[in-house]
């Protein structure tokens, strides 16, 4: 799992997107939207999905628990929206925080994790940088 780091990005609309439905989570966590962002760095298009999780603390011997959760947040949320934002991304990036925190900016208060998915036929594919 990575941590964030500092990236120039531009913020899509997501006032359709930025639900405030709660996505339970299979470690038991409660999941809402915080953002969703764009990028093209020099490989393709990125999308950037953002999750808040109040409580989440991940810790080194839950990364097979954060994983799925991360899978999931890509599976069941990230893909089916993917097709709705525009062309299709070389690669789906889902992070998963204990609360809001501005894109690219440090915050040593905040718990935060992220992996990056391609979409390959239907689904995400964990890809290890």
């Not at 930025?18 to 966590?29: F, K, M, R, Y």
């Not at 999308?47 to 628990?65: K, V």
Request: with cysteine; aromatic share 8%.
């Amino acid at each position: 799992m990575r941590c964030a780091g500092a990236l120039a990005t531009t913020a899509l609309a997501t006032t359709a997107m930025a639900e405030d439905v709660l996505l339970a989570l299979p470690s038991g966590l409660s999941a809402q939207l915080h953002e969703v962002l764009t990028d093209r760095p020099g490989d393709g298009l990125v999308y950037r999905f953002r999750f808040i999780a109040e409580g989440f603390d991940p810790r080194a011997d839950q990364i097979e628990t954060v994983l799925g959760d991360l899978t999931y947040l890509c599976t069941e949320y990230a893909l089916d929206r993917v097709s709705d934002i525009g062309p299709n991304p070389r690669q789906v990036v889902i992070s998963l925080a204990n609360k809001e925190t501005e894109f690219g900016v440090a915050d040593p208060t905040a718990r935060q994790v992220f992996e990056a998915f391609r979409v390959e036929d239907g689904t995400c594919i964990w890809e290890m940088f």
